[in-house]
């Protein structure tokens, strides 16, 4: 009966909370457009940029959302199907609104209550079952559980509305246009229209219906004086150009060549063929649409570094060192791209390049300490250079930010036996031991 009442429970947790997908993207330009795009709506909720995060998804359906803290999860699939910045900005200010009035650490406000009437439900249930009724004994039970997930849905509504009001509130107040928000909702109710959702229970839902929160929000948003204001063409220059590229990432090539044919001649179009090509296993077409970005734009970190990416991925680091060096000192060497120029440094397997190779790599996880590849390529040259400590120790990192604990415990003890004692690195061993010793601590009391 224990583990019954869990399973109901369980089921009524995996309504409440939103399934990660596979796969975080990284890529240094999105990240910067994230960046931007939100920094005046997170100052406006009254919160720090240096502590939210807008991480990208790969994942083809249109969605976003918050799991806790302050991150911000947007698909790939919004990315494609908004049609301008303007229109994830507003995405974004509802997922805001959502850090800024706590409905992650509230949802057991939600939950709980159901979760009471899934419980009483079965309580009675076996009473009706052990009084002979086993019909009504189920039917007790599946009318229970139905009340249990429609009041959870009710408090979902309640709380997806509440974010609408507050994000477009923050819009108003960092000087955004809520048109995007409004036109976003508008794409989401045409697209339920397409899918033959005419007749949609609108109790069965844990949002509002799209038209709904247009009605609700038009007057409001309509009335801040920036209503009418532009995006900044710079800003939106940015989204298409991020718009391209991950579609040439994420798309089968076919897809991409379809939506960017060879006629197109635009940036944006030679950005999303260039990685299609390059997916596709054309590294002469890859290369000369990469050629079209840097000659049109010579100095851009960004056209850059496709240009050295395609090269080291197709066998040639030596050739890929010009463009990830300049790329690497032009984006103030940004964390990421500086990861992919030390990666073609060893590459060329020249014992020459080893030294800037660990300089640059350092730097880089000194930035941005959660990057898995950044660890595995300097412990590879740490290897190259007969320093096993710090190999075990770069490996030691790695494996923890995949959650592998035996790896970590193991890498960090050895690191710890090898370096000298008191140094910054023989500390992070020390660190990384100990944190992972509790954490299995806790697993194993969790076990009990």
Do not use: C
């Amino acid at each position: 009966m224990r583990k019954f009442v869990a399973a109901l429970v369980l089921s009524l947790l995996a309504v409440a909370q939103p399934v990660q997908a596979q796969s975080i993207l990284r890529d240094a330009e999105t990240e910067a457009m994230f960046d931007e795009m939100s920094r005046p709506l997170i100052l406006a909720a009254g919160l720090s940029p240096r502590n939210v995060r807008v991480v990208l998804i790969q994942d083809d359906s249109i969605n976003a959302f918050v799991a806790g803290g302050q991150t911000v999860y947007v698909h790939s699939g919004l990315i494609a199907s908004a049609d301008n910045a303007n229109q994830v900005q507003g995405v974004i200010a509802h997922e805001l609104g959502h850090i800024a009035d706590g409905h992650v650490p509230l949802a057991d406000a939600g939950i709980k209550p159901a979760a009471a009437i899934q419980i009483l439900s079965l309580v009675l249930g076996i009473a009706a079952a052990a009084a002979g009724s086993g019909e009504g004994a189920a039917g007790i039970i599946a009318a229970g559980q139905q009340a249990a997930v429609g009041k959870y849905l009710a408090f979902s509504r309640v709380q997806e509305a509440t974010a609408d009001a507050t994000g477009a509130k923050f819009l108003q107040t960092a000087g955004v246009s809520g048109r995007g928000m409004l036109e976003f909702f508008r794409k989401l109710q045409n697209l339920e229209y397409r899918a033959g959702y005419t007749n949609i229970d609108p109790f069965s839902q844990s949002h509002p219906l799209s038209g709904e929160r247009v009605v609700t929000l038009t007057e409001t948003v309509k009335a801040s004086p920036a209503f009418a204001k532009p995006t900044d063409p710079a800003l939106e220059d940015k989204f298409r150009r991020v718009k391209a590229k991950l579609a040439g990432y994420v798309n089968d090539p076919p897809r991409t060549l379809a939506d960017y044919p060879v006629e197109d001649q635009s940036l944006y179009a030679h950005y999303a063929r260039a990685y299609a090509y390059h997916r596709g296993g054309y590294p002469e077409k890859a290369n000369a649409e990469a050629d079209a970005l840097v000659q049109a734009r010579p100095h851009d970190p960004y056209f850059l570094e496709i240009k050295g990416q395609i090269l080291l991925e197709s066998g040639k680091p030596d050739d890929a060192l010009v463009p990830l060096r300049e790329a690497t000192e032009r984006s103030g060497y940004q964390p990421l791209i500086a990861t992919t120029f030390g990666h073609a440094l060893i590459a060329t397997e020249n014992p020459a390049h080893f030294a800037e190779a660990e300089k640059v790599l350092r730097q880089a996880v000194g930035r941005d300490s959660e990057n898995p590849f950044a660890w595995f390529q300097l412990g590879v040259v740490y290897e190259r250079k007969g320093d096993q400590p710090r190999a075990l120790l770069a490996t030691a990192e790695r494996a923890a930010l995949n959650g592998d604990l035996r790896t970590t415990s193991v890498s960090a003890r050895g690191a710890l036996a090898g370096l000298p004692p008191n140094t910054p690195d023989w500390i992070r061993a020390q660190d990384l031991v100990l944190l992972t010793q509790n954490v299995i601590d806790e697993q194993r009391k969790g076990r009990r």
